[in-house]
């Protein structure tokens, strides 16, 4: 899986060597001496890649980079390496997303396991974000008569309660409602719901009555 490994890391020769390494393996590779020097080049989220990540750098340190990062809205996603691990780090880091925590000396077959895990997770997470932007555009399609009907069905209205709230009759309600049905590109009730939730338009826990 190619992409880009962004190296944060103030040790030069461990730089250097990380960067051989990765490059024999196939990688694109960017060196950073700082965190500040990714702060002035962010990595782009379109682009398969991650971040490798040093714990202890001077100035900005590694999890504070993590946090930096989040505020920016940076989807890339983070290995961490250090050569001293401490439970509270590794706890702190990966609650807050990292994907790995890797100690000193690092085999390259680690190395590149935890690579490869960190570029299949962005893959799906992008892959997932398409999809509820799809959902999105969806929506967005329905007319405002037709949202309002879709708002109801997925609470559980039935055609004659989504009459009698709109003012309007039960033969109406039924054209509205196959529409909808066409717009979402969905076959039942249960796919709609679906959609509802996953957008977050419905409270999953509501009870839903008919």
Known sequence: MPGLVHVVDDDASFRTAIERRLKLAG??????????????????DAQPGCILLDVQIPDVSGPELQSRLTELGSTVPIVFLTGHADTATTVRVIKAGAEDFLTKPVSSEQLI?????????????????GKLDLLRALVSS????????????VRGKINKQIAYELGT???TVKAHRH???DKMRVHSLAELVSIA???????????RRS
């Not at 939730?197 to 009870?207: F, Y």
């Open 142 to 153: 329905l007319t405002p008569r037709e949202r309002q009907v879709f708002d109801l069905i």
């Open 169 to 171: 009759t039960e033969r």
């Open 113 to 129: 396991d935890a690579i490869e895990r960190a570029l299949a997770s962005q893959e799906a997470a992008r892959g997932q974000r």
């Open 27 to 44: 990688y694109d590779v960017a060196t950073y001496a700082s965190a500040q020097e990714l702060l002035d080049r962010p990595p782009c």
């Open 179 to 181: 529409k909808v049905m």
């Open 197 to 207: 939730e996953r957008l977050g338009l419905l409270d999953p826990n509501a009870v």
